[in-house]
Each structure stands twice: as C-alpha cells, then as structure tokens.
C-alpha cells in the first residue's frame, strides 16, 4: 500500500507547529547571551553557560523518539501528545527566563526551556515520514524550513519592534533585563502554544497497523539488515571512548590548559565510553528489549546514508552554533565598537543582531520553496552544498565589513544555508531509514547536531579567550571554514530517495 498524497493545506496545517516552535527557539538564540552577559557572565563563560542547551537535546530527543515510536493513543495518536506537552512546559519556561533575577537561575532556565522546546521538536521530523510519501517529503521539510524561518523572523525582531515601534524600554538598571526583552518572552509563550495547538487538533495520525501496512516491505529489509551487538564489542568501544576521554583530560590539564568547557568535552567522550560499558552489561544479562539497550544497539546499526549525513551535519551545526553565541558579542564589539555590555551602545549592537536573525530567517522562509524547485533539477545534494558554501561566505564575511547594514548581504547566504540545513537532510534522511523507527532514529539523528554543538560551545571559549584575543568575530571566520568542509562532504553522501525528487511536484490545494 501507498500512502495516499496530501493537499497543500493539510501539509501546511501538520507544519503549523513549527512556526511556535522556532518563535520560542528564535528568542532563546537571538537573546540569551544577552541575558548572560546582562547577569554578569563574562565572554569566555558563555559558551560553558549555553552547553546545557545541546546536552539537554542529547538526552531528551532519543527518549521521546523512542517513547513516540511505541506510543498510540485514540485522541492524541502517535506524536502529538510529545507535541502538546513540550509546547506547555516550553509556554511557561518562556514566561520565566527574562524574569531571572542572577546567572545561575538564567542557566538553569535555558535548560529547563531547551529540554521542553525538544519534547515538541523531536517528534515534528518523524512526522513528515508518518505522513507523507517518499516523493513529497522533500515539500514536507521545506514547509517546516517556511515555517522555522517565519517564526524566527518575527521573534528575533520582537525587542527591536518594541523599543523602535511602540516605544518600549530597551535599557534597564545594571543587572536586569529590559523590558522590551521580556515582554517579546510573553509573547513567545503564547505563540508557541496556539501554534501547537493547530497542528494538533487540524491534523490526523495513522494507526500503527495502517503504518505497518504502508511500510511493510522496508521495515522488514531493515529488520534483516540489523545485527544486535555483543556484550563484548560493547565493552571494547566503551573501554577505548573512556580511556581516551580520560586521558586527554589529564593531559590537558596537567601541561596544557583546562577550564570548564574542555572538562565537559573530555569527560563526555569518557561518558560515552560509560553508556557503552553499561550497555554491554544490560546485553550480558539479557536485558535487550529496554530502552536504553534500543537506543545503543540503534546508533551503532545506522543505516550507511545516516552515517554520511552526519559528517556533514557535524559541521554545519558546528557553524551556526558558533553563529549563535557569538553574533551578539561580535557584532557589538567588533562592529558597534561597544565594551560594556549595560551600555546604550552595546544594547543597540545586541537588537541589530536580532534584526540580522529576522533578516536570515527570513530569507529562509522566503527560499524555501525554491529549494524544493531547484531539487528537481540538481538534485538535493546539489542544492545542499550550494546552500553551504554560500552560508560559509556569509560568516567569514562578518570580519571584513564596518557598516552593520551591509551585514545584511551576509545574512542572505546565511538563510539560504539554513533553509537547506532543515530540509534536505532530513528528506534524504528519511528514504534511508526503517519506517517503524522513524522517532528514534531522528532522535539519534539529532546527536549530530547536538555533539558539534557541545564542541563548540566546549572549546570556542578556550579559543576566544587564549588564540583570538577576546575578539568574537574570528569564532565567525571559524565558523564559516566549517560551514564550507561541510559542503565538500555533501558530496559524499548517498541519496538513495533521489528518484522521488524527480516525481515530486509543487502541492496545490486539492
């Protein structure tokens, strides 16, 4: 069985969702350094402060991936009640965060905030593969891109819409957040839960037995093509990830340099080393159907396409991580020529930022349809390592211009690059994958986004701080350097749904 080919509006109403989505996580990229730097962290501490953000996502998405992947309610079905938790407890972390009265509450929020933002993500990208056929996945993800660049567009612009046009306090004592911050996170929350809400009660799951029926032939080649490991090749890798993880450690900090970033780095590829050796004790006892043992056996069973995206993933999040910690400081610094970050100055380097996030998104939105136009003619592959190549441009470029409006050319590589980011390899993802595992597997997907993420955020402040003077802008250079290696490995990677391209064709309403 097929499954059948839906309307534009029914793609558009499964999608709706995302727009809340990214109108809270808009908000949480274009303003939280603000928010910590305003509650006195210092520029090398940033990084460290926004690692809980990427950690959180590393152990939050495999779970409700796997959790969706066995869930089947009769009102809610499969992923949207992920979908209407996450958008609650993301509403009311929103509600809270600009009200932070120190650091460590504000850190302690953006963990809170992220981990309920990936309840409600997660889920989203398994459902364009529940839902839709091979030949219009590459429409479905192009219209969460839409999406994810709209709702980005108006967030990130908010303070500066409410302090340029409706004359709200952009500036606050030494210590608190400004108005025009906080009344833009009110807004946020109530955004994120009505657009929720949409998807949710406009849209309708298949049962798992009609999943089954659709999926029959590729769930049962990837069952075959699965090889369990044994408790012993569990035990060899973790051994070799915790001793090397170890090791780097004490060699760091023993002749080299340590700060709290690099810990958390060394010690997460010792934890790994960990998961491993405790999967291989549950595979020792025969305790294989549990979650966790999935999980593992599932990451280390990834099918060949999933493997080679992940290199590419690797360095295009790499880059745009960096593009989110350091915009702001870099920006007002280097460009503004601001210093403290209370000042007037500082705070109006730090709203252009956002009008540069709303511009990027924006430019997203607006391509991308045209992507999914172009991916009929060069193929996904192609578009993606153009789209790269030009993002790559655009941060290099932030070190070369002085006038903050000529930032704005910059943005348009940028958004072209992102709008692709959140499209093309999940459609390409999505061909490769077992149908019946299409939570978990985005959920293990998202590793590699997450894992460059706590890679930048662990050791660009070491770079900031000891190889760039404290000068923001070039971890924007170094950004773009990845953004580029990324696009190179594009070419590497198997499409083996490129023939549904082909037959796709732009969804009119029906």
Do not use: C
């Not at 274009?30 to 926004?50: C, D, H, K, M």
């Not at 980005?152 to 400004?178: D, E, K, R």
């Not at 540069?356 to 998104?361: D, F, G, S, T």
């Not at 696009?487 to 064709?505: C, G, P, R």
């Amino acid at each position: 069985m097929e499954k059948p080919r839906l309307s534009f509006w029914q793609i558009w109403n499964m999608s709706f969702g995302f727009f809340g989505i990214q109108f809270g996580f808009a908000l949480q990229n274009a303003n939280v350094s603000r928010i910590f730097e305003t509650l006195g962290a210092s520029i090398e501490q940033i990084p460290l402060l926004w690692i809980a953000a990427p950690v959180t996502g590393l152990i939050v998405q495999p779970i409700i991936g796997h959790m969706s992947d066995k869930t089947w309610t009769r009102r809610l079905g499969r992923r949207r009640p992920y979908f209407l938790t996450g958008a609650i407890l993301a509403s009311l972390a929103l509600l809270i965060m600009p009200n932070s009265p120190v650091l460590w509450v504000a850190a302690g929020m953006l963990w809170i905030m992220d981990a309920s933002i990936n309840i409600s993500m997660e889920p989203f990208r398994a459902f364009v593969g529940d839902l839709l056929p091979p030949e219009q996945r590459t429409i479905g993800f192009s219209m969460q891109s839409f999406f994810i660049g709209t709702g980005a567009v108006i967030a990130s612009a908010l303070p500066y819409v409410m302090t340029n046009w409706l004359g709200i306090s952009n500036t606050a004592p030494a210590g608190q957040i400004p108005d025009s911050v906080k009344f833009s996170f009110y807004i946020g929350g109530a955004v994120f839960l009505f657009a929720v809400l949409w998807t949710v009660l406009t849209t309708k799951e298949y049962s798992p037995e009609e999943l089954e029926k659709f999926n029959k032939e590729q769930n049962e080649t990837a069952r075959n093509d699965f090889h369990p490991l044994s408790a012993k090749k569990f035990f060899n890798g973790g051994m070799i990830w915790l001793v090397t993880g170890l090791m780097f450690f004490f060699i760091f900090q023993q002749f080299i340099y340590m700060d709290y970033g690099l810990a958390v780095f060394f010690l997460g590829i010792s934890t790994f080393g960990l998961l491993q050796i405790l999967a291989s004790y549950f595979t020792r006892q025969g305790q294989t159907e549990n979650g966790f043992t999935v999980v593992m056996n599932d990451l280390f069973n990834m099918p060949r396409t999933m493997k080679q995206l992940a290199f590419v993933q690797f360095f295009s999040w790499f880059a745009l991580f960096a593009m989110w910690i350091y915009t702001t400081p870099a920006v007002a610094h280097h460009i503004f020529g601001a210093t403290d970050a209370s000042s007037e100055l500082y705070n109006k380097g730090a709203n252009w930022v956002g009008v540069l996030m709303a511009v990027y998104n924006g430019f997203a939105a607006v391509t991308a349809f045209l992507l999914v136009w172009l991916a009929k003619r060069i193929g996904r592959k192609g578009v993606h390592s153009f789209s790269l190549v030009l993002g790559g441009i655009g941060l290099a470029s932030f070190y070369l211009i002085k006038d903050p409006n000529l930032l704005l050319v910059s943005e348009l590589g940028i958004g072209i690059a992102w709008a692709s980011i959140l499209a093309m390899p999940y459609a390409i993802l999505t061909g490769a994958l077992p149908q019946n595992k299409l939570g978990i597997y985005m959920g293990i997907f998202n590793f590699f986004i997450v894992i460059p993420q706590i890679t930048a955020a662990a050791i660009l402040g070491f770079f900031v701080k000891s190889v760039f003077g404290g000068e923001a802008v070039y971890a924007l250079i170094l950004g773009g350097a990845s953004m580029l290696l990324a696009a190179f490995l594009v070419i590497f990677v198997e499409d083996e749904d490129a023939h549904s391209t082909n037959k796709e064709q732009t969804t009119t309403a029906q």
